[in-house]
């Protein structure tokens, strides 16, 4: 089960959306420090749409689908994707199997795909790699934040499930913690711009 951005693939077990579809989602950016918090305040503060700021676990919002900064491989055994595997045992599995029939193996920077925790909240996570392979040191002019992030919205917004439901009528808020600001070493505030500028982008281009 699967939806890839610019996709149909996958199944939905959900009714046809509406035209009332809002034009973003909501985003609740998420950080277990300080710093982290601080940059993601820059955000909130300076974006149009529904973005607010969760210090704590990502795993305590109230999401559909939850951000996991993961990489190409689909291995998820450090940082948020161990916390991830630990709740949702057989989500590297899923995630694992569905990079491997869609694309080979290696999950490209700058694509996403999605896949059921098996949980009822949140019902969904969004494998969207910062970094090629398990541990990788990302440099500090790195863009793979901005390009995982603007895999993540592409999804949103142009995501189909094979039987037609978009994946923005079945995911309302989407819960996203730092994209490579752990082992990937890309520096909170570089994070921050990225995530910003991939949501104008997508969202309120100007």
């Known amino acids: 089960m699967t939806a890839e951005s610019g996709t149909h693939t996958g199944k939905g077990s959900h009714g046809p959306g509406t035209a009332t579809s809002p034009v973003a989602p909501e985003l609740v950016l998420c950080a277990l420090d300080d710093s982290l918090a601080h940059a993601w305040r820059t955000v909130s ?7 607010r700021v969760h ?8 999401a559909q689908a939850v951000v996991s ?10 940082g948020i994707d161990a916390v991830y595997a630990q709740a949702f045992p057989d989500v590297e599995q899923q995630v694992r199997s569905t990079i491997l029939a869609y694309h080979g193996g290696e999950l490209p920077i700058g694509e996403a795909v999605v896949v059921p925790t098996g949980e009822l909240a949140p019902e969904w996570l969004i494998s969207a790699p910062t970094m090629r392979r398990p541990g990788e040191r990302l440099p500090a002019d790195s863009v793979h ?13 142009d995501g189909q499930f094979e039987y037609g439901t978009r994946f923005r009528d079945v995911v309302e808020t989407i819960a996203m913690p730092g994209l490579g600001t752990g ?16 949501w104008e982008e997508i969202f309120f281009p100007r």
């Open 45 to 51: 503060a300076s974006v149009e749409g529904t973005v």
């Open 55 to 62: 210090l704590g676990s990502v795993l305590d919002v109230g």
């Open 69 to 78: 900064p993961a990489n190409g491989l689909g291995w998820m055994r450090g």
């Open 145 to 157: 934040p901005y390009l995982a992030a603007k895999a993540v919205f592409l999804l949103w917004r």
């Open 183 to 198: 082992t990937g070493g890309v520096s909170p505030a570089t994070c921050a711009r990225q995530v910003t500028a991939a």
